[in-house]
């Protein structure tokens, strides 16, 4: 185990503690969720009058036919990436830090793809149609268009919805199991139901650490798959500042540069109310700002090689669009955009700073609104500035898409907080398994 | 629980006392004991000697599955009402391969869980349980008929249970 | 190729037309209101085929004639008359759009007598009684009949009318042309408005005319323009535009110079000058007795006077008098105070460089209206109390006329005002009476645009409301009056008139047969001869106009919009939401202003502004134009209603306001007045359709010079190699689509392999008049959707004019560029594939399909589509009751039955008319014969004054579309992207002298 100091906790310690936070979480934990509910609330009666009157009431217009819900679903669907990067990469390179803080992490993916799935919904034009994106035998004689990225999507999102959801419920199973055995009340009969009569016994272990490997063997694939998907949506179209070619790793590299910030986001609160100290330290913080680090100047790169191209390329489309995000109607996105996420980051090149707590989440703060910007500057600044000189228009968003955007962060923290509550935020199990059984001594 | 057949139940603190019990029942020619521990134990598992899960099966047959149906449906979907768009071909192969990896993902996933819970029933075992187990202790379970059940205890006390009871 | 579908149609109408409009009267209204099957079928009404009727387009007072769409009783559409003298088949845009007027929910529904304030619905019995005794009771010579511009029976019943009531008659029109009329008596003895032949002209030479937008007959004189100034075969007539603003005329223009506004006549003397003094071109013999009168006038003094040096005026001189050439005065250039004399100085141009009687023909009898003094005798006798009762018909004078005439005050001395008015505008709220009368779609009437030619009126269907044709009432009052009318109806009245007009015309034939074919033809017509004019005694007189703004002033142009005219038309929405084909501006009034004035002031596009003259001031959002010189601002006339109907109250400002009320030496009102500008600290997004005005040098709207051509400009392969329409692999993907789509369906869309439909559009014919965007609309049922959405970018036209500005900086002259821009149906079409649902598709026959139930409304098409030409619905317009709901009853009533009514939440565009396409497949299959090249046109190619626009199958060597898309000078907008569009522009072509 990474940590060195701090004597190691005993398996009894460990599921006490961790099922501790379980416990009452005090005032701070529902005046958060109130918050959560609310905002939630708020975004869901904007979507239902723009059900009843039409999209008009968002900022669209022409040529700006996609803006701040797409630019939250990219954002989203980024967030969730890391989660599963870290529960699932991670294990299979058998890195021992994960364990403290890949269930805060996995959990936050299943919730962000889950917030993310409802924006391709809410975008369009007629939500009560939107079913007819899924293949199946219709009145219209009609399949679906596989050539259209927006399939793509269809498939890559479900899936990944469907993975990483069935990945947390596998990795619950023991906890949950250890958790039945000390409940009480309502919550031993949730917990007897949903541990699947879980028991540990060797036949059971045998196959589920397989199955536990094999899941995540396929989930490393799926993560890098889902952002490239979504990062096709862009680079497949003929708009100049989407049609590239650097997009997949880009994305990708985004993606969890993103998540991770937001992983810091979570777990610092979370180590907090818990008093999860014991399990999640410094250590933890500095191996996440170090993978931040490292997105981060990929992303950094990837900027930099965007504009390069596009002097590079001599095409004149893509030169114009380029000079129009740093230097046009929307220079503040841009540059927000690069410092949030090319200057800022450079902080973690100090050892102090990774390993400072509120340093990192202001910072993973930070990063968070980069990366919602450089979404923005990659959709809404391209689409402000195309081909036809005559049909260029600039776009600003209104109070519905504001209310909207929000309403998304309210049913993204209202999960989250639920799940933490009733769920252990910490894997018992897993935390377990790193550190060795008491021996008698001596023999073997 | 469910009626297990009557036994000896056992519970160790230690790993290395459990292992010793475990690799004593062998000699002693006991197959059918079950071992309980709250985490993945490496020493445990080398002393029970199961040979690797056949679970992988399940994930590689659910990830030919998928891929194979990935590219089929795309491919059947398109020749079954043709349309031509962007003046591309009807069914372009390159962009199927997107959804042929999609549901070989899709498919895989659920096949290994599949798999998971299928062995897990297959090579359940009816046996005593305590749920300490879940917790911070080794449990180790041997069904055997009362007379031997003497002998039973006084091996497993001596391998070092901190807890040895006949569960009937 | 036009000749194939003009005859169908003429048949068609052959067909159905004759006498059969009798049988009209059994088609109520209900018949429409509520779904009453034909039970006694309508003699020629088939549901669900269009009946063609040939009437008059009353838009204006050129007289075009034009074809009535009716499907099941209800008009829907408008069309050219392809025989019509006037047009030949083409309409404007206000034509185009002029069915909403017809079915305009604030029509006035039937007569109204005013109770207290205000007016409500009456009997018609009462209302007449009520009229009559009114006019019993007036004292002699106490009664007024004021009207618009009329011609033929109308106008001669009125006459008559007023006669027998000893009454004074007023013909009142806001764009009279006195000063053109003025100098015409002056300079050759002949109180008329000349006619231009610009088809015969080499050298066009306008001073202010806006002859493509609202001088006289545009839309003849936009044809006649583009067959001479569009480009063939090497040859093109130049077109130089001399006025102090690039108007919407000038922007066709090669030239366009802009000298100190006011200054253009003594240009022309200047030139004419030249022209005498070096015995230039082919001037009649008397010409010479002008050489002393011109003597004076010297280019070098009169380049101080105008502020064009010198060489320039000597240089347009010869130019002008070396080739046929034409000289237009008019519009704005004659609208100032001394105005005359310019129009004056060009006849005397024309007169020397030997035009008269060749491009230039008097003996038309072209006039409108009395002139504007007349309406000032109006009010002063209407304060003098001397006028009991007036009546109004088609006039708006209080809206139309300065106000500081104050013609609303003028209207409270009058004891009974009676109006005929069809809508409750500024003067028939001064009503006591309000007698509606019939739309043009509606009622049999006459019109005699000019000397010779006679164009008639008739029902194409039953009246929407309950209204009634002026001509019925005015006998119906003489009947009140005791008198007895030789007539019944009016309907008899008018065929007497034609009885003795056959007479004139030596026609033997029974009047039955004669006018039955008048009416199928839409009217008879006969070249009228013109009058040989020599020069009259005035023409020695010319002199120098002289305009001068009040010191540290700047003048304002008021010039009238072509899209609203004299703001009779502000109450059609389409109109209204038709981007002006200068600013591009929708719902509402601007001043342009010169961006370097603007920074003299510190305005900026959108602050606005408050123009202030001798006689009021406005507050109005500033629009930066370069097409001005510095020294004058522009503002067009026709806004600021104060009661015209929902669409047009206080959309807007009234430029009216600001000009003086005196009339000009000529008669005429002043449309140029000196205005001083204040900046507000209010600022506007300006609800303008336009994004950038400039190309960004990509090419969209491509020009060669005459010259450049001339010097191999377009001998480079480089379009040979894109020509190909369609990439040879999607050819056979689509046979086998074809061929199983025709197993699916063995008649009709797929019957014919391999079309593939295209189209060429000839920019050096554009002229950015916008009647294919009205037409468009009409025929596609495209919503409006208010400024406010317009400013948030949503407009929904599906064919859109861009406008691009060349030049116009350090130096360089300032050139507009127009490009027609539609939907391209690409062969590699990026919107396609991007589509989940396939709503985008193409079909066999290379249309780029949009099937709008299928569309779910990703708008991922519209993003990957680089022309920009998909439209997404943001809102709900076709549901009743829905906030934004763009058809209120009984406006769904024009609605074209074959296109679907798009709902909220779906993509639309351009379909190249695929109702028509499909109709006429269908017609052919069903005829069992292939297709004809031309059989099918879409709307804005048949509409197009310019005839600009080629339509057809790509895949016919034969056909026109394809020798067209040949030629040297066709681009394919954004090539480089191998969209391989189906749209081919042929490059504008610029006559500059080449140096």
């Not at chain 3, 034609?498 to 009416?519: E, H, S, V, Y």
């Not at chain 3, 408050?610 to 406005?618: D, E, H, L, N, R």
């Not at chain 3, 609800?687 to 010079?705: D, P, S, Y």
């Amino acid at each position: 185990m990474a940590t060195g100091k701090a004597p190691q906790p005993t398996y009894a310690e460990i599921t006490r503690d961790i099922a501790a936070t379980l416990g009452n979480p005090g005032k701070g934990y529902y005046a958060l969720l109130t918050t959560a509910v609310v905002l939630f609330l708020a975004g869901a009666i904007t979507v239902l009058l723009e059900v009843r009157y039409g999209l008009g009431l968002a900022g669209y217009r022409t040529p700006v036919f996609w803006g701040v819900y797409i630019t939250t679903f990219v954002f989203w669907v980024g967030i969730a990436h890391s989660g599963t990067l870290i529960s699932a990469i991670l294990y299979l390179f058998r890195s021992a830090w994960r364990t403290a803080v890949y269930r805060t992490a996995e959990a936050m993916t299943v919730f962000a793809v889950l917030t993310a799935g409802l924006f391709p919904l809410i975008h369009v034009g007629r939500m009560w149609y939107a079913y007819w994106l899924i293949p199946y035998p219709n009145q219209r004689q009609l399949w679906v268009n596989f050539k259209s990225p927006l399939i793509w999507d269809v498939f890559a999102v479900s899936t990944y919805l469907t993975v990483s959801t069935l990945f947390l419920m596998v990795g619950l199973i023991p906890d949950i199991a250890s958790l039945r055995d000390k409940a009480t009340g309502w919550r031993k009969k949730l917990y007897q139901a949903t541990a699947l009569g879980w028991r540990g016994t060797d036949q059971q272990w045998r196959h589920y650490t397989k199955a536990y490997m094999y899941m995540a063997a396929l989930a490393t694939p799926l993560v890098l798959s889902v952002h490239s998907v979504v990062s096709w949506d862009f680079a497949m179209a003929i708009v100049p500042g989407w049609h590239a070619t650097i997009f997949a790793p880009y994305f990708v590299a985004g993606a969890i540069y993103s998540g991770v910030a937001m992983v810091i986001t979570l777990l610092v609160p979370i180590r907090k109310v818990f008093k999860l100290e014991r399990y999640i330290h410094e250590d933890h913080f500095e191996n996440l700002s170090k993978l931040m680090l490292l997105t981060g100047m990929i992303v950094a790169y990837a900027y930099v090689t965007e504009y390069f191209i596009a002097w590079y390329s001599g095409n004149p489309f893509e030169q114009a669009s380029f000079w129009n995000r740093a230097f046009g109607d929307y220079w503040w996105a841009t540059w927000t955009m690069l410092i949030c996420n090319g200057l800022l980051p450079l902080f973690l090149w100090s050892r102090k700073i990774r390993r400072s707590i509120p340093a990192l989440f202001v910072l993973s703060l930070f990063v968070n609104l980069g990366m919602w910007f450089e979404r923005f500057v990659i959709i809404v600044v391209s689409l402000s500035f195309e081909y036809e000189p005559y049909a260029m228009g600039h776009y600003s968003a209104t109070w519905a898409d504001w209310l909207v955007l929000s309403g998304s962060f309210g049913w993204f923290f209202m999960w989250f907080l639920l799940f933490a509550k009733n769920f252990p935020t910490v894997s018992i199990t897993e935390v377990k398994e790193v550190i060795p059984m008491p021996r008698k001594g001596g023999a073997h | 629980m469910s009626a297990h057949p009557g036994g000896v139940l056992a519970a160790f603190l230690h790993e290395d006392a459990a292992v010793s019990a475990i690799r004593s029942l062998k000699e002693l020619g006991y197959k059918d004991f079950t071992v309980y521990s709250p985490a993945p134990n490496h020493a445990l598992m080398e002393a029970v000697g199961h040979k690797i899960s056949p679970v992988r099966l399940w994930t590689l047959v659910g990830g030919l599955v998928g891929v194979t149906s990935g590219f089929a449906m795309t491919i059947w979907m398109s020749l079954d009402y043709p349309i031509v768009v962007g003046g591309k071909p009807i069914p372009s192969w390159i962009p199927y391969v997107v959804i042929g990896f999609e549901l070989t993902i899709l498919i895989g996933a659920i096949a290994t869980l599949t798999g998971l819970a299928v062995h897990i029933l297959l090579t359940r075992k009816a046996a005593a349980y305590d749920p300490r187990f879940t917790d911070d202790q080794i449990g180790v379970f041997v069904p055997c008929p009362t007379e031997r059940r003497g002998a039973v205890e006084q091996m497993l006390n001596a391998a070092g249970a901190v807890e040895v009871r006949v569960a009937a | 190729m036009t000749d194939g579908m003009d005859r169908r149609k003429f048949l068609k109408v052959l067909g159905v037309t004759g006498g059969g409009t009798a049988a009209l009267a059994g088609c109520s209204t209900d018949d429409v209101a509520k779904l009453i099957p034909y039970m006694v079928p309508v003699e020629d009404q088939i549901p669900g085929v269009a009946t063609y009727y040939a009437s008059t387009c009353r838009g204006c007072a050129a007289g075009c004639g034009v074809h009535v769409k009716v499907r099941e009783g209800r008009a829907v559409k408008l069309e050219g008359n392809p025989e019509a003298p006037i047009n030949r088949g083409k309409l404007c845009a206000r034509s185009q759009a002029s069915l909403q007027a017809t079915y305009h929910p604030d029509r006035n529904r039937s007569a109204m007598m005013r109770q207290g304030e205000g007016l409500a619905p009456a009997e018609w019995e009462a209302a007449l009684a009520e009229v009559a005794t009114r006019l019993q009771a007036a004292p002699a010579g106490s009664v007024w009949f004021m009207h618009g511009t009329q011609t033929g029976s109308l106008d001669a019943l009125i006459g008559e009318f007023v006669t027998a009531i000893g009454g004074r008659r007023l013909v009142f029109e806001a764009f009279a042309h006195e000063a053109v009329r003025h100098a015409s008596r002056e300079t050759f003895g002949r109180d008329e408005v000349p006619l231009y032949r610009f088809a015969d002209a080499q050298y066009i030479l306008s001073f202010g005319a806006d002859f493509l937008e609202t001088f006289m007959s545009p839309v003849e004189y936009t044809r006649g323009f583009a067959d001479a100034h569009g480009y063939r075969d090497g040859r093109m007539a130049k077109y130089v535009h001399i006025e102090p603003r690039m108007s919407g005329t000038a922007m066709s223009a090669d030239e366009w110079i802009a000298p100190t506004p006011g200054s253009e006549g003594t240009l022309a003397l200047a030139m004419a000058q030249v022209i005498v003094e070096r015995g230039l071109g082919r001037p009649p013999a008397d010409a010479r007795s002008l050489r002393a009168a011109l003597a004076s006038f010297t280019p070098d003094l009169a380049a101080q006077a105008t502020d064009i040096d010198a060489a320039t005026i000597t240089r347009l001189a010869q130019e002008f008098a070396a080739g046929p050439s034409v000289a237009l005065p008019g519009g704005i250039g004659t609208q100032h105070a001394d105005a005359h004399r310019t129009a004056a100085a060009v006849n005397v141009l024309n007169y020397v460089a030997g035009n008269i009687g060749h491009t230039v023909e008097y003996g038309h009898g072209l006039r409108q209206g009395d002139g504007y003094a007349t309406l000032r005798e109006f009010t002063v006798a209407a304060e003098a109390g001397s006028i009991q009762v007036l009546l109004i018909h088609d006039a708006n004078p209080v809206h139309a006329s300065p106000s500081a005439l104050n013609v609303s005050g003028a209207l409270g001395h009058i004891p009974f005002v009676a109006s005929f008015s069809r809508f409750q505008d500024e003067t028939s709220a001064w009503a006591h009476v309000v007698l509606p009368d019939h739309d043009a779609m509606e009622q049999w009437n006459d019109w005699q645009p000019r000397a010779g030619v006679q164009m008639l009126l008739q029902p194409a269907m039953a009246p929407v409301f309950d209204t009634r044709q002026t001509g019925d009432v005015l006998l119906d009052l003489s009947r009140r009056m005791g008198r007895t009318p030789r007539q019944a109806t009016y309907k008899e009245y008018v065929q007497a008139r034609w009885a003795d007009l056959q007479r004139t015309l030596g026609d033997r034939a029974p009047f039955d047969t004669f006018w039955r074919n008048a009416l199928q033809r839409g009217g008879v017509w006969t070249e009228a001869r013109p009058a040989t004019v020599r020069l009259a005694a005035g023409a020695t007189r010319v002199t120098n106009p002289a305009w001068a703004p009040t010191e540290g002033q700047l003048t304002l142009i008021a010039y009238p919009s072509s899209t609203f005219y004299d703001g009779r038309d502000a109450h059609v929405p389409w109109l209204q939401e038709l981007p002006d084909p200068v600013t591009k501006m929708t719902w509402g009034s601007w001043v342009e202003i010169h961006p370097d004035t603007a920074d003299r002031f510190g305005i900026m596009e959108g602050d606005v502004v408050q123009v202030t003259s001798a006689q009021g001031t406005v507050a109005v959002p500033a629009y930066l134009y370069p097409g001005l010189r510095p020294d004058v601002v522009a503002m067009p006339l026709g806004q600021g209603h104060t009661a015209y109907t929902r669409y047009a109250t206080g959309v807007g400002v009234n430029t009216w306001s600001l000009l003086p009320g005196e009339a000009a030496v000529f008669g005429g009102a002043q449309h140029y007045v000196s205005v001083s500008l204040t900046r507000t600290s209010r600022h506007e997004r300006l609800a303008k359709t336009e994004g950038r005005n400039r190309q960004l040098g990509r090419g969209i709207a491509q020009a060669v010079t005459l010259g450049g051509i001339a010097h191999g400009a377009l001998d480079h392969p480089f379009h040979v190699a894109h020509a190909a329409p369609v990439p040879e692999r999607e050819e056979h993907l689509l046979d086998e689509v074809a061929a199983a789509q025709r197993r699916a369906t063995d008649y009709g869309p797929y019957a014919l392999r391999n079309t593939r439909w295209g189209m060429t559009i000839d920019l050096s014919r554009c002229t950015g008049c916008n009647a294919c965007v009205a037409a468009c609309s009409a025929e596609n049922n495209v919503p409006y959707i208010g400024a406010e959405q317009v400013r948030r970018g949503r407009a929904m036209q599906w064919i859109r004019i861009e406008r691009y500005f060349e030049g116009g900086e350090h130096g360089e002259p300032l050139e507009t560029r127009f490009v027609p821009m539609l939907c391209q149906h690409c062969g590699n079409a990026p919107c396609e594939p991007v589509c989940p649902v396939f709503a985008a598709y193409h079909t066999p026959d290379g249309l780029n399909g949009q099937v709008y139930n299928r569309c779910v409304g990703t708008r991922y098409c519209g993003n990957n589509c680089p022309y920009k030409v998909r439209y997404f619905n943001w809102y709900d317009m076709s549901e009743p009751g829905a906030p934004k709901f763009a058809w209120p009853d009984p406006m769904h009533w024009m609605l074209n039955p074959d296109v679907t009514v798009r709902s909220r939440g779906v993509m639309e565009k351009c379909t190249f008319c695929v109702q028509r396409i499909r109709g006429a497949q269908h017609r052919a299959a069903t005829e069992g014969r292939a297709l004809v090249d031309g059989e099918v046109r879409t709307a804005c190619q048949q509409t197009c004054p310019a005839d600009a626009i080629t339509f057809g199958n790509m895949m016919d060597p034969e056909a026109q579309v394809t020798r067209t898309a040949a030629d040297p000078r066709g681009y394919r907008v954004l090539e480089g992207l191998n969209t391989k569009p189906a749209v081919t522009y042929l490059m504008k072509v610029r006559h500059l002298e080449e140096a």
